[in-house]
């Protein structure tokens, strides 16, 4: 059974700093892509990052140079690390892995980000 767990949301400042935190199970995690998902209402879910298995990392043009992704094997953990937080960056955010066919979703963790 295919487990995404997502913990670090919460609100806070623009300008401040957030970190996400997904851990996986029932996948051989280290040959697994991991992203991170965000949808704000209204809007359609969007790709904020991604990360691959051999560690190259593709990020949407509204996050890049204020997010990172990162991943440890060891703990099937994928982290996001978000920077100079944005309003616009208000949503809920979901960890994602597409695994034998199928693409799989945590339950979501809202960051709301005030002005």
């Known amino acids: 059974q295919v487990r995404l767990v997502e913990s670090g949301g919460g609100l806070v400042q623009a300008g401040g700093s957030l970190r996400l935190s997904c851990r996986a199970s029932g996948i051989n995690f280290k040959i697994a892509s991991m992203a991170w998902y965000r949808q704000a209402p209204g809007n359609q879910r969007e790709l904020v990052a991604r990360i691959f298995s051999h560690g190259g990392t593709n990020y949407a043009d509204s996050v890049k140079d204020r997010f990172t992704i990162s991943r440890n094997n060891a703990y099937t953990t994928v982290w996001l690390q978000m920077d100079s937080l944005e309003p616009e960056d208000t949503a809920v955010y979901y960890c994602?892995?597409?695994?034998?066919?199928?693409?799989?979703w945590g339950q979501g963790t809202q960051v709301t980000v005030s002005s």
């Open positions: 994602n892995t597409d695994w034998k066919g199928r693409a799989f």
